[in-house]
Antibody, heavy 121, light 111 residues
Framework: EVQLVESGGGLIQPGESLRLSCAAS????????MSWVRQAPGKGLEWVSI???????YYAESVQGRFTISRDISKNTVFLQMNSLRVEDTAMYYC???????????????WGQGTLVTVSS | QSVLTQPPSASGTPGQRVTISCSGK????????VFWYQQLPGTAPKLLIS???QRPSGVPDRFSGSKSGASASLAISGLRSEDEADYYC????????????FGGGTKLTVL
């Protein structure tokens, strides 16, 4: 059974850093596209970042240069390092598994339960 | 403002058929699959339709998806109270470097 478990969220001040984790089971994170998607309180879904084919990574303009997606194959875990956090980064952050990175669609097939990040002074 | 355009709200009575539209461009919906997600209050999104019209195992056949050109639609027939949720369309965009696009979401109310 595919499972995604996010952790690492919390209350943090503007300008500080936070690292989110997404522990995967039931599949290998290198076999599938892996994305982070966020949802601000009362708002819609916003794509943040993706591990594309191989080591290629992409980011939304709103987080480019501040956020970094990475993975630890030995732990089957994907991370999102978030630096220079802003109030507007406050959101529930979801980890999502896409199709097989060999040629399937990168869009999410399954989602974790999310981890809440609150940026406030 | 989302690149994929959805109506902010939709409604229907139990048993009715409701459709939700999703409009994009040639570079996204026009040349890539559309996925649909259902998000019940307080929960994570759940895949409802993949590859334009494919229902994952466990999704009732009351839900159906279609795509024509740069637009897509989600239809829900035999509307039930438990269908009250937010619905999002999504697609990949070829003109943006590695971008997944989501629609703004449609809040479905069952009257």
């Amino acid at each position: 059974e595919v499972q995604l478990v996010e952790s690492g969220g919390g209350l943090i001040q503007p300008g500080e850093s936070l690292r989110l984790s997404c522990a995967a089971s039931g599949f290998t994170v290198t076999s599938n596209y892996m994305s982070w998607v966020r949802q601000a309180p009362g708002k819609g879904l916003e794509w943040v970042s993706i591990f594309y084919r191989g080591e290629n990574t992409y980011y939304a303009e709103s987080v480019q240069g501040r956020f970094t997606i990475s993975r630890d194959i030995s732990k089957n875990t994907v991370f999102l390092q978030m630096n220079s956090l802003r109030v507007e980064d406050t959101a529930m952050y979801y980890c999502a598994r896409g199709g097989y990175s060999g040629g399937d669609s990168p869009l999410p097939l399954s989602w974790g339960q999310g981890t809440l990040v609150t940026v406030s002074s | 403002q989302s690149v994929l355009t959805q109506p902010p709200s939709a409604s229907g009575t139990p048993g009715q058929r409701v459709t939700i539209s999703c409009s994009g461009k040639d570079s996204n919906i026009g040349s890539n699959y559309v996925f649909w997600y259902q998000q019940l209050p307080g929960t994570a999104p759940k895949l409802l339709i993949s590859r334009n019209d494919q229902r994952p195992s466990g999704v009732p056949d009351r839900f159906s998806g279609s795509k024509s050109g740069a637009s897509a639609s989600l239809a829900i027939s035999g509307l039930r109270s438990e269908d009250e949720a937010d619905y999002y369309c999504a697609s990949w965009d070829d003109s943006l470097s590695g971008h997944v696009l989501f629609g703004g979401g449609t809040k479905l109310t069952v009257l």
